[in-house]
């Protein structure tokens, strides 16, 4: 069994930025690949940015790509999501979830473990 519990969420300014955290505990959190998706109002949940287990391997959807950046630290057991340059229509929830595998990280079928989620609010 793995815990998450993400935080940093909050209200910013169009082109500010943010760092989500996710901490996790339970199982060895360095065995899994993390990832990190959003869900808006009225829309499907959609897939952010991944990491694999080492750090070796990120990933990213290209909404994001550049502004993003997906990190982790095995020794503290909490993968973060440094947000720059945000938009309005990056306003969301943004959960992060935990991989046993490391295949398609980019399906949310992937995941064995998800988080609460923190909520991002992008004014203009």
């Known amino acids: 069994q793995v815990q998450l519990v993400e935080s940093g969420g909050g209200l910013v300014q169009a082109g500010g930025s943010l760092r989500l955290s996710c901490a996790a505990s339970?199982?060895?959190?360095?065995?899994?690949?993390m990832g990190w998706f959003r869900q808006a109002p009225g829309k499907e949940r959609e897939f952010v940015a991944a990491i694999s287990w080492s750090g070796g391997n990120t990933y990213y959807a290209d909404s994001v790509k550049g502004r993003f950046t997906i990190s982790r630290d095995n020794a503290k057991n909490t993968v973060y999501l440094q947000m720059n340059s945000l938009k309005p229509e990056d306003t969301a929830v943004y959960y992060c979830?935990?991989?046993?595998?490391?295949?398609?990280?980019?399906?949310?079928?992937?995941?064995?473990?998800w988080g609460q989620g923190t909520q991002v609010t992008v004014s203009a």
């Open positions: 339970g199982r060895i959190f360095s065995s899994y690949a």
């Open positions: 979830a935990a991989a046993s595998v490391s295949l398609r990280l980019r399906v949310g079928d992937a995941y064995d473990y």
